[in-house]
């Protein structure tokens, strides 16, 4: 939880990169709304003790596969901050009852 409560708070004082622009996508995944499933799952994780719902899990586990993928397209502070929200994904993952980080 600590680990994910960190990331989340770096996250969250960490400007959107100003590289990007709220539409950019990286093979059509719109990059803004990653952040936003991402980051969302994060604040209600914590907010249930580190409990998601079972479709939860599923978006946390297709987010992070997302952002996996495409984070060595990106270069400069958008790499910075989308692996910072790769690792809160998988620090949340970590803790998903019988699934296993991506």
């Known amino acids: 939880m600590e680990s994910v ?3 989340l708070e770096a996250h969250d004082t960490a400007p959107y990169p100003t590289e990007l622009s709220g539409e950019d996508e ?3 995944i719109a990059l803004v709304l990653l952040d936003a499933d991402i980051a969302g799952l ?3 994780f914590l907010a249930n003790g580190g409990v998601l719902s079972a479709e939860q899990w599923g978006v946390l586990g297709e987010c992070a596969t997302v952002a996996r993928v495409m984070v060595p397209s990106l270069t400069g502070d958008a790499w910075v ?8 994904a998988q620090a ?3 803790a998903a ?3 296993p980080a991506e």
């Open 5 to 7: 409560r960190d990331l």
């Open 26 to 28: 990286i093979a059509g």
């Open 42 to 44: 994060a604040a209600s």
């Open 81 to 88: 901050y989308f692996v910072r929200l790769y690792a809160l």
């Open 92 to 94: 949340m993952l970590r």
């Open 97 to 99: 009852p019988d699934r």
